[in-house]
Structure formats: C-alpha cells, structure tokens
C-alpha cells in the first residue's frame, strides 16, 4: 500500500501548476525520460508505442490516398538549402551543422533536416519528366532536428518524430485540393481517433510556413485554455519548382513547372492527446491510440479460481482489443492508481463473488463510472465501453472549448473576457492589416492562430483598428 | 516496344560486371536515387515498401519475444561516447560532428550516432533498480550515420536504416542465451523469409565489434562468391554496465552490475536479397518482402472482356496476396520486361483465348517457368507458386553456395582452389592465433569471416602454420 501513496503524491495538480502536472505525467506516466542530450527525450515504450499506433493509423489513411513512403537523407548540404530564399531564412537560424567527418574537416557543412523540401524538391527535379510521372505522392517518417532555445517533453523539442509529405500535381488547383484534403485527414484523425475538436483554417500570412504560399493548419484548445497547433498543411504554388528548375512536359508539349505541397504532424500530438484529456489522477488515452484498452485485474487473487478466471476473460478480449492481465503480486488498489496514471481507457475487475454471479465490474477511465455486466455480454460491453469513452472524452474537450471560446468586438472585451474567464480561443474580426494583428496581440496577449475555413461575420469592423473587417479569425495563446 | 529495348539495353550483365550489374538494378528498379548528400542515398517507394515489409516482419518476431520499441536522441556528447574505451576508439573515427546549433557554437560537440550502445547504458543507469527491473528488452528503428570512405547502395553507404536491439539480463548466461536467440530469429528469418542460406558464427576476437565480449553474425554468399554479413548479435558481459555505474539490487540484496546484449540488422539486406537473387533481368524478390507479390497483365487488352475479367482476378486474388493489375497502355512486352526488372515473384497473364478457356497463365519469375491454370483453382495455384518461388530461390542459392565452398587443409589449396573454382567460402582450420589469421588474408587473399557454431573438425592441423588446430573457420571476401 505504501505503493499507492506514493504513485498519488508523485502528481502536482493541474489546477495547481499545469505545467509541472504535464511533465510529472510524461515522467510518471512513463511516456519519456531525459538523457544527457540537452533538449531532447528518450521515448519510452509506453510512449513509444501511442507513437506506433499514431503512425500505423495515419499510415493507413495515407496510403489509402496514393500516397508512397521513401527514406530521404537525413542531411541537406548548406547550398542546397540556400536554394529557395524564404525558407533558408526561416530554418537557417535554428539548424544543427556538421562540419566534420571522422577527423577531417567538410568541404562544405551540412545541417540535419529540419524538415525536407529541399531534398524532396531535388529529387523530384530528376523524376519528374512528363505529365505523367505526376503526381507524385510521397511521405517520409523520420526525425528532425530544429534548435530551439526552450523545449518540453513532445510539445518542442530539437529532435522530434513526424511525417512529411511532399507531394507535386501538374496544376495549382490539383495541389491546392490535395493540401485541403490533408487537412482533413488530420481533422479527421484528430476528432474520430484523438477525440480532440479541431479548428481548421488558414495561417495569417505573418505566421506562414517559410516558403509557401498558403499554410492551413488545425488548431486545438487545450484543458487550460492555450492553443496548440496540431497539425500543417502547406500549398507552395511553384515557386519551389523555380527555385529548384523541376519541370515536366505537358500534354500540348509544353515545359511548364509543377505545384507543390507538404503536410506534417509529429510526436507533439501525444502532448495534445495529454493536454486534451488528462486529469489529476494521470493520462487519459483515446481507445484508438491506447496500447493497453483494457486492463484486467484479479481481486482477491489467492481465492481459488480467481486468476483462472481473469485469465479466461483476457483470452476471451485479445482477439478483439488490445489487453493486459495484470497478474502481479501488486494490490489492486496499486493497480487502480497504475493504470488510471498511464490512462487506460478501460479496466476489468473480477473477485470471487463476481466469478460466482457470472459478472464483472468495468470502470471508465475518463468518468471513473463503475459498471456491473454479465459476463455473457462482455465483448460487446467492452466495445461499448470504449467507444463511451472516446464519445465522453470529446464531449468533455468540446464542452471546455465552449466554455472558453470568446467572441469579442473591441480589445478591451478581449481582456476583459480572458480576465473574468481565463484563456480560451477568442474569435474576433480582422481587416487583414499585419500592423493590427501585431497590436491585438501587444495590447491584449492573443496572437492569430487561425482564419477559420468556417467563415461568419460576428462584426462588420476590425477588432483593432475598427476599420471594415475582411476575416473571422481565432486568436490564443499558443503552446 | 521502343521501351522494351531500353529497358533490356540498361542493364549490364552479372558476368560481364556483377558491381555495374548490381547499380544498375538499384536503379533501374526504381530502389533508389542519389542526391547531392554524398554517401547517402534516397530509398525510393519501391525500395522502401520493401524495407516496411522487412521491418513489419522482424518486429512482429521482436515483440512476440517480448522486446518494447522506444527511440532514443540521435546525438551523443562526445564525453558519453568516451565513456567506454574500446567502444570510442572503434566508432570516434567514423562519426559525424555537429558543432554548432544555428549560429551558436556547442559547448561540446555531439556524434550523429553510429549505433547508440552509449545512450542506452545511459537510461539503463537511471531506471534499473533491482532484479524486478530485469531483462530489459528494448528495440530501436531508426537511422545511424557512419562516415564511410568508399559507399554502396544498401551495402554500405553513410546513412543506413536499421533495428538495434539492446537488452540487459540479471546473469551472464541469461544474455548469452538472448544473444543465441536474437541470432537465430536473424538467421530463420533469412532462411524462411528471404530464402538466403546463411552460416552462424561467432566472429574471430579481431573481428568483434568495438566494446563485445563476442560477436555473432550470420554470413551470407553471394551470388558472385563473396560473403555478406547479413546481421549481428553482440554478447557484452558487463564491461559497459560498470563504465556506465548500472547497478541493481539482486534478491540477495547484494548491489551487483546486469549483463548486456545488443543486435543488429540493417538495409544492407536488401542489397543480400539482390545479389543473391538477381540475374540479368533484374530483381528477383522472396514473396515475403515483395511489394507485388503478384502482377496481373490483360494481354489483347482491347479484346472486350479482357480488362474486366483481369479486375475480376485482381478482386479474387488482393484479400490474400499483395497485387498489381497493370491494366496501363504500354505494351505487354513491355509490361513483362518492367516486372521482371522489378523482381515480381508470379505474372499472371490472361487474354481472350485464356477467358473462352477458363483459365490463366502463371510465369514465376526465379525459372520463367509458365503454366496454364484453370480459374477455377486460381487462389490455390497462386499460394502454391509463390511457395515455388520461395523454395526455388533457396534451393538456388543454396546449389551455389554449395558449389561455392571448399575445404582446403593447406593455404596453396586456399589459392589453387579460389583460382580454379573463383571466390567462395574456403572451410578451413584454425590454431587460434591472430598472427596466422592475418597470414591467411595477406597470403591467401581471404580473410576469416566466421567460427561457425556448427563445428566439424576436417583437419587437426592449422591451414597456416600447422600447429594442432582448435576451431574450423570460414574465409571469403567480404562486401
């Protein structure tokens, strides 16, 4: 028992110090672990394998669409990055360089991709010939490495897990379809699977991605009211395939350059998925992405029959979901505090007085609602449960996105509403004017996070300068 | 029919040039690209769907034998790598060097990892604590960088993928026992899946890898009569565990140091598999880890009914098998050329007299061998081809492998023997000695490639210096 005290004292609450809760349950949780690598995370299996779940599940979804996966160098040699001008200027600062082989000194320096345009775009210029080598559809899971001054365990970090697609369409059109059907591919991803509402829209163009044209991401609204952009899409135009001579011959023989995309989520979606849905007793996972979704633990173990019966129910549940049978000599009330901490969605408790009325006892991670079912039920209970789970978990998310979501027409509302109600996403008009997104945030300490592909005129002026407003926008404060 | 010459044209054959022979298939089979990254290559979809299908194998092995994935920092300090000596002195000269964070000079330099022994003792310190705590089964996917003079496709270039396993045991002969294992799973992965024979052995104390107690590997013959080592499985004792001060409570309560294993295998398995199984007229893939498993071609394709009763084969056969329909305008000719190049293990072809018939033609792709085969039997015609196809390349293989090896019990029988029958492996044996060991390589041209487990003693003198002999060795060339 002094195991139990323990697991419960390790955590700070969230309503305490949401930041030391969110580290305590990436530490406790056993999701990560530092090393003596200054800024990045050991992933640890049971973090590990929320990734491997994360990726099989957009994997699919990817390939499902066309798309093909490559492996592209992890190294980019300076003057090939240097070749399009936004985007050296935009990743140039925060790169790690190479500068020596074994002992001898580079002729030219490289740094480690802080994401891959630029070896896709060179690649794509000795591929692509004619209007029938398009398009082409390629994704990448890698890591990469951008040098940021201040990181946290998923959220910013200098190396981090993610995919990249790089794709290229003959027309501007096709390419822009493909950057919005990404999009909501991660919206999808993220409300169905993650159970996490998602604001989708395009990027101001202050806040774009180095290089491209239009940046479309989606945007969350975390248990304490920040922002976090969850996922990107880009549309480049052609302005890389200049930059990187890729042509192809069109069917009136024409030599004309392709248009571009890339689209990105990485292992900062496991901080979402933390930040979503945890609670002071620990993790909350989504049943999609939980390695273990359902936990079964022995009460009363010693009692004959007992374990036999456990063991019978898991062999029952592991052809359907992915189970674990805790057997160890741990009490079960250590077990409730474990598994409630590493956020399994589920769990299973079977005594010898249950065995006897053919029953068993579910608990719901997210409400902790304790149900009494026939054993005779019990896959479809299970099943039943975990998707209770999912619907309540996104019903509790967009219950607090609700509750913290501001419309305002004057700065001053803007504060006085973040006063009274803390932060949220606040969605006010906007007359397009760089300068006034600059002053909202200045005066007010929301930036833009988005111009909602769902469009409605709340006002007819800007928030700022009250001048005619052109655009809806969601302004936060962003992780 | 302009396509087909040019794609015949391409290659270069294995007699007359087996490394040009073995590009040119890297190439032209669509596995990979260079960039302007030297030493580092792009693995294209076709290339790394292969790979998927290798790692999707051997991980659900992994894991089945109760190994966890988890990713580690892709940095080492340079005061970590120094940590064990004989480690550092066998990678420090073949690493890459990041020096600078964006425009910062580090601190201290870090290492691109070359394989990541160090990281791992570095996180064991922190979380192994008694004997509760053991083994520990870890498996990491990733990417190391290892700065080579002289670089090859998948065998040896300056950025490869691979799998480390590094795993840590109460006892000695516990991690002697995961060393043994994780060799065997290696080595019937091999046989079974990729049908690549293979010898296990334990490499000469010259040949060990920086830091081992002993190393095993797995040793392959190639097509052209050198060896390749495919994988290996490192045993090492503890020797890391005290440079690193990893300690755990026994149940003696006794604090005492865990003993450690680490395995490996890479991409380099995908330059085995082509020049085991290629000839001149491409690839030819093992059905486990062939992307296309079966192409179906529509032949007078025109014809009505042809192309639909081609989807309707399509539609059977893609529940059970990973299939193409190329229903493309190119020629068949043309289409039998491409796939052949590609390595698919079974082309069906089916046109309109086949369709009146009820029946279809299987050509495998190892032996050109057709058969006509009534629709009736399709699904269990196909499995049973794919099987033929499996056993055909072993048994190839195998033949030249045998062919290949020769017992020699002096070095003029080495030289006599090579000269006569061309590279292979020389079986000979061995007083134990370093000395004799070089003398064999710089006299004989071959050097020891393996201690096979499998002993037979076909001599009682050294083939050196003729002193009683302790070990029978293989020799050979090796990639």
Not at 290 to 295: D, E, Y
Request: aromatic share 8%; net charge negative.
């Amino acid at each position: 028992m002094a195991n139990d005290k323990k697991l419960v004292e390790a955590i700070t609450s969230m309503d305490v110090d949401f930041a030391k809760w969110y580290t305590d349950i990436c530490k406790k949780a056993d999701l990560i672990d530092y090393s003596s690598v200054k800024g990045c995370m050991i992933i640890r299996p049971y973090g590990y394998a929320i990734w491997e779940l994360i990726q099989k599940n957009l994997d699919g979804r990817f390939k499902e669409l066309g798309h093909e996966n490559v492996y592209m160098p992890m190294f980019i040699p300076e003057s090939l990055l240097q070749k399009e001008k936004d985007h050296v200027a935009g990743f140039a600062p925060e790169v790690a360089w190479v500068t020596h082989g074994g002992s001898e000194k580079l002729t030219e320096r490289m740094c480690v991709r802080p994401t891959s345009e630029t070896l896709f775009c060179e690649h794509y210029a000795n591929i692509i010939r004619s209007y029938r080598d398009l398009p082409k559809l390629y994704n990448q899971w890698c890591s990469v490495v951008r040098w940021e001054k201040t990181t946290r365990p998923f959220l910013r970090s200098r190396e981090f897990l993610w995919q990249e697609g790089h794709t290229m369409h003959a027309t501007a059109d096709e390419a822009i379809a493909e950057t919005v059907q990404m999009l909501n591919v991660y919206a999808d991803f993220h409300e169905k699977d993650l159970a996490i509402p998602v604001v989708k829209g395009a990027k101001t163009p202050s806040d774009k991605f180095a290089g491209a044209e239009d940046t479309y991401a989606i945007e969350a609204l975390m248990h304490d009211g920040k922002a976090l952009q969850a996922a990107t899409s880009h549309y480049f135009g052609n302005g890389f395939a200049k930059a990187f001579d890729i042509t192809y011959t069109d069917k009136e023989n024409k030599l004309v350059h392709p248009f571009q995309t890339s689209w990105g989520c990485t292992t900062r979606m496991i901080g979402g998925i933390i930040m979503t849905h945890g609670d002071d007793n620990g993790l909350v996972l989504p049943p999609a992405v939980a390695p273990i979704q359902v936990v079964i633990i022995p009460v009363a173990m010693h009692k004959e029959g007992v374990i036999d019966a456990a063991k019978g129910l898991a062999d029952r549940l592991k052809g359907n979901f992915r189970v674990k049978l805790d057997d160890s000599d741990n009490s079960p009330g250590w077990k409730y505090a474990e598994y409630e901490m590493k956020g399994v969605p589920v769990r299973i408790e079977i005594g010898p007085r249950d065995i006897e009325a053919n029953q068993c006892v579910i608990v719901t991670r997210h409400d902790r609602e304790k149900t009494v079912i026939s054993l005779d039920n019990l896959e479809a209970a299970v099943a039943e449960k975990l998707q209770a789970v999912r619907d309540g978990l996104y019903a509790k998310a967009l219950a607090n996105r609700e509750r913290r979501t501001y419309n305002c027409e004057t700065m001053d509302e803007i504060i006085a509403k973040r006063a009274e109600n803390g932060d949220g996403f606040v969605r006010a008009m906007w007359c397009g004017d760089p300068e006034c997104e600059d002053k909202v945030k200045e005066v007010t300490g929301v930036g833009s996070r988005c111009v909602p592909l769902e469009q409605e005129a709340i006002s007819d002026k800007c928030v700022c300068c009250g001048k005619p407003a052109k655009q809806l926008v969601y302004w936060g404060i962003a992780y």
